[in-house]
């Protein structure tokens, strides 16, 4: 099992503030997904980046894909607390039949 | 609604105990997939299927089995829960050739 290391494990922040989430692995995947979880709730997809070096950005989410397509970050700018939950990282090898997810970075924004 | 559905959603059991736990979406996807969520672990793979009759393996297999004989149902079969196997489990799916996965609410499971 190719394992995906996501740093912070826990993180609480203040709103306003800004924070990045970190997702590494030693294997090189050919994409990766970003999903975030809300207690009680799976997992839904926030963004996927499959070119080494790309950068997208969802309103105040912005997204990297390594340049060797090993590691990814999520930074989140102004942070709300609507942007509380589970951020999953999640890498897939060739055709994406299998996905191998991080180990989750639970994220708490505080008024 | 496009949408994945999983019953229970919630099990206490006793270990030995056979249960199933289903499956179910209506997005006519071919791929199914069940996971478990520990702390600290992350979402590890059971088993996946591509197709009817198709299943394969995921990361962590060992202790439950799966079948799939029609495209909307992937049943999740414990033949002999042990408290090992207390988790939250998840159903997904996808269109082939498409990144996005559609995530089921959850199924917490409880052996005692």
């Known amino acids: 099992t190719q394992l995906l290391e996501q740093s912070p494990q826990f993180l609480s922040i203040q709103e306003g503030e800004n924070l990045t989430v970190y997702c590494n692995s030693s294997?090189?995947?050919?994409?990766l997904q970003w999903y975030r979880q809300e207690p009680g709730e799976g997992p839904v997809l926030l963004v996927t980046?499959?070119?080494?070096?790309e950068v997208k950005k969802l309103k105040r989410l912005t997204f990297q894909f390594g340049d060797a397509r090993k590691d990814s970050s999520l930074h989140i700018t102004a942070a709300q607390p609507g942007d509380t939950g589970l951020y999953l990282c999640?890498?897939?090898?060739?055709?994406?039949?299998?996905?191998?997810f991080g180990t989750g970075t639970r994220l708490q924004v505080t008024l | 609604e496009a949408q994945v559905t999983q019953n229970p959603r919630y099990l206490i059991t006793v270990t030995g105990k056979k249960l199933t736990v289903t499956c179910s979406q209506n997005?006519?996807?071919?791929?199914m997939s069940w996971y478990r969520q520990d702390p600290g672990l992350g979402l590890r793979q059971i088993y996946y299927?591509?197709?009817?009759?198709?299943?394969d393996k995921g990361d962590v297999p060992e202790g439950y089995k799966v079948s799939r004989k029609e495209k909307r149902n992937f049943p999740l079969i414990l033949e002999s829960p042990s408290p090992n196997q207390t988790s939250l489990y998840f159903c997904?799916?996808?269109?082939?050739?498409?990144?996005?996965?559609?995530f089921g609410p959850g199924t917490r499971l409880t052996v005692l």
């Open positions: 997904a799916s996808r269109s082939l050739g498409y990144n996005e996965q559609f």
């Open positions: 294997s090189v995947f050919s994409s």
């Open positions: 980046v499959v070119t080494g070096g």
């Open positions: 999640a890498g897939a090898h060739g055709t994406a039949s299998k996905l191998t």
């Open positions: 997005m006519n996807h071919e791929y």
């Open positions: 299927s591509m197709n009817v009759e198709v299943t």
